[in-house]
């Protein structure tokens, strides 16, 4: 009987739970139009593409991430790292004599460095069972601190014209990071749907005692999930570094984590596991990084866009509540 009666309210509710997001976009965009001076100006469009890609980046791994029921705050750390050591790869003596081999060293090393990163953190989860909270938080504190004495504290500038083309590069007229973003969030979508490994991250974050007793690889699934986020962390280090043709550790991804996980539950994720929203986190950090835009654009200091991004995150926690209930 119960069952019977919550059925049609649930039923009422499904196009507010489908539309929320896209009607919060449509009332942000609505609003800046009218309200933000030259919103609808091509070079507004290029700078909003620009910076939320790598919200767009981080926060599909970060979904990855939640989806097992986890949480991953060394991100913005991450980020640092990467974007450190890039740098210091073409600007070395084997860089500069080798200018095409210096910039591919310059992107697959800091990935592959960013991948140790999330080993580290998949391990520590998966393998010693360490609360995620607890086991990221020790990159979170190390991982910029590294950054920071490998460039011995200094801002690193730099004239790379092939290394900036992934922060600064256009393709069919719009940034190239904004392709990158997408191209990535449909290889994700792919594997979640399409592949055992995705069919197991789901199952590990909807129940892992089941998907364990089910004969799933859960600590292989989960270091993996880690690993994605993290190396996804460091490539968006390496677009914000790109861009600035500037690497200063201690602002690169600086609060990058609050952004993820605002644009995963917004888009979606469910902080309890078990969805990963792939496009919804490309949803949420379109809105995440619009909140940000309209707020400064229109004057309002930059610490009050800070309390507008928790009291985001506290809204979309709320709506989960409420869609359990």
Known sequence: M???????????????????????????????????????????????????????????????????????????????????????????????????????????????????????????????????????????????????????????TFSNPSFSYLGTGKVLGLPFQGWLALAIACVLFWVITRTTWGRYLLAIGGNERAAYLAGGPVRRVKIGAYVICAVLAGLAGLIVVAINSASDAARNGNLMELDAIAAAVVGGALLQGGRAPIFGAILGAVIIQLVKYTLLANGVEDEVALIAKAVIIILAVWVQQFRRA
């Open 2 to 156: 119960d069952r019977a009666m919550k059925l049609p309210q649930r039923v009422a509710s499904m196009p507010f739970r489908f539309h929320g997001g896209i009607a919060a976009l449509v009332a942000l965009l609505v609003f800046n139009a009218f309200f933000t001076p030259n919103f609808l100006q091509l070079q507004t469009l290029f700078v909003n593409i620009s910076q939320v890609a790598t919200i767009a980046i981080v926060a599909m791994g970060m979904t990855l991430v939640i989806a097992t029921g986890g949480i991953d705050l060394s991100v913005g750390a991450v980020m640092a790292l990467a974007g450190a050591l890039a740098p210091l790869i073409f600007l070395s003596d084997l860089g500069a004599a080798n200018p095409v081999l210096g910039v591919i060293l310059a992107i697959v090393l800091p990935l592959f460095v960013a991948g140790l990163c999330g080993v580290f953190n998949g391990v520590m989860v998966a393998v010693l069972n360490v609360q995620p909270i607890i086991a990221t938080l020790i990159l979170f504190i190390s991982g910029r601190g590294i950054a920071q004495v490998l460039t011995n504290g200094n801002l690193q």
